[in-house]
């Protein structure tokens, strides 16, 4: 595929009219290509948790244009934006959002099936999806005798049920302790090498610094893009030098 | 460096190839940049100072690689009173905070500008420290430092939003 996986052009948000107008996204541009991982940072209420609500095609901009896989998805119709963001986008949310009824190979058979595929290949993605993130032994538990981030790892299998284009992660270790937030960034770190693109937004350093480039906004709007892989000087080899290890 | 090596003979007299493995296997990825020569100079350096005793094996050359290195009852009281040290590093803050204050006040630079040039300096290194950290085998000795370089670059990050604060708007009466 040609072109960037996501673009969003002068895409505008607004919340609230008058005086209590909120310009929760204003005036961004923004191209993700494939494979790349982005993540959004900046302090809570700047926008991030909007903007990637419209780049998942989860809400409607004000003005401007969002493009998944150069197909433009602001003007679809509900319902073939539904399926877009069943087929295309895989979402990661902070509260994991599981179908508490529902088993964790379970829930991430569903949208497998959703998608209109066999149920025996359903369970064959979700058997290997679990034991990418980790979790074959506990396949047949209920979310509710998971730990929070052992449900986190079974969100993001089942964000990865349908192979998307993207995934859009929204705060993905806002409500994990350290040990689970390392368990969630080996596993990002994993999808980089293995060329998911992947769009993560956080105010976690941690997380962010797992991404290949990093974009901060404030009010709405871009204030700093860089690249963190930037060609650079020192390889590991130089760790030892933050220390300041010497004779 | 002198004070980890004295401590590291404390319980047995060491080859300096020794003592390089075992501090290396202790600092896992961080430790990769350490070679043996160092090792070899801090020990010299300690003999000099009365600190340690190198025996060369009989019938071999006099070559630092051929000594068993030992620890002298100076040794052994340098050891104990690092031990019950408690010196930290300083982290050297002043030096940032001044050249914002400096660049404002001449109008040399944005100090907006500058605290987002040292902010994707700080989260490369982040970013480094933090691949070494994932890869680290989960028994290794090197974890917890890796941990604590992290838990610094995050806290240096967050004083960088600190300074963003009070820079922004305040910028131009910074003057």
Redesign the interface.
């Known amino acids: 595929m040609r072109g960037p996986v996501l673009r969003a052009r002068g895409l505008v948000k607004h919340h609230g009219r008058g005086q209590s107008l909120v310009r929760a996204v204003d005036e961004v541009d923004l191209e993700v290509h494939a494979g790349q991982t982005l993540a959004v940072m900046g302090p809570s209420g700047c926008g991030k948790s909007t903007l990637l609500h419209l780049l998942g095609g989860l809400e409607r901009p004000t003005a401007g244009e969002v493009w998944v896989a150069g197909r433009r998805i602001d003007t679809l119709s509900e319902r073939a934006l539904a399926r877009l963001r069943r087929r295309s986008v895989g979402f990661v949310f902070q509260a994991f959002h599981l179908v508490e009824e529902l088993s964790a190979a379970e829930n991430v058979e569903l949208p497998v099936l959703l998608a209109g595929r066999s149920p025996r290949e359903a369970r064959r993605r979700a058997s290997l999806l679990l034991d990418r993130v980790g979790l074959a032994d506990r396949a047949r538990h209920l979310p509710s005798r998971l730990s929070g981030g052992q449900r986190q790892r079974v969100a993001i299998a089942r964000a990865l049920a349908n192979e998307p284009l993207v995934v859009l992660a929204d705060e993905p270790t806002g409500n994990l302790d350290t040990a689970a937030t390392l368990d969630v960034l080996r596993i990002f770190e994993d999808l980089r090498a293995a060329g998911q693109t992947l769009v993560i937004v956080t105010h976690d350093e941690r997380v962010a610094a797992t991404a290949d480039r990093l974009v901060s906004m404030r009010d709405g709007m871009f204030v700093d893009d860089t690249r963190l892989t930037a060609a650079h000087p020192r390889g590991l080899g130089g760790l030892g030098g933050m220390l300041g290890l010497g004779g | 460096?002198q004070d980890a090596v004295l401590a590291l003979l404390a319980k047995e007299p060491a080859h300096g190839y020794h003592l390089h493995a075992r501090l290396r296997r202790a600092?896992g990825?961080?430790?990769?940049?350490?070679n043996r020569g160092?090792i070899y100079?801090?020990l010299a350096r300690l003999e000099r100072a009365g600190l340690v005793v190198g025996e060369r094996a009989e019938g071999l050359p006099e070559r630092p690689e051929r000594k068993v290195y030992a620890l002298t009852p100076a040794g052994r009281e340098r050891v104990a009173a690092w031990l019950a040290e408690t010196g930290w590093p300083k982290p050297d803050l002043a030096e940032f905070h001044l050249k914002l204050a400096a660049a404002a006040a001449a109008r040399l630079a944005d100090p907006l500008e500058l605290v987002?040039a040292q902010?994707?300096e700080l989260?490369?290194?982040?970013?480094?420290?933090?691949?070494?950290a994932?890869a680290e085998p989960a028994e290794s000795g090197a974890g917890p430092l890796l941990e604590g370089?992290?838990l610094r670059?995050?806290a240096d990050?967050r004083w960088l939003?600190v300074c963003e604060r009070a820079w922004s708007g305040a910028g131009a009466e910074g003057g």
């Open positions: 460096m600092l990825p961080l430790g990769e940049s350490m160092q100079v801090t987002a902010r994707r989260l490369r290194r982040l970013r480094e420290v933090q691949q070494a994932l370089v992290v670059l995050r990050l939003d």
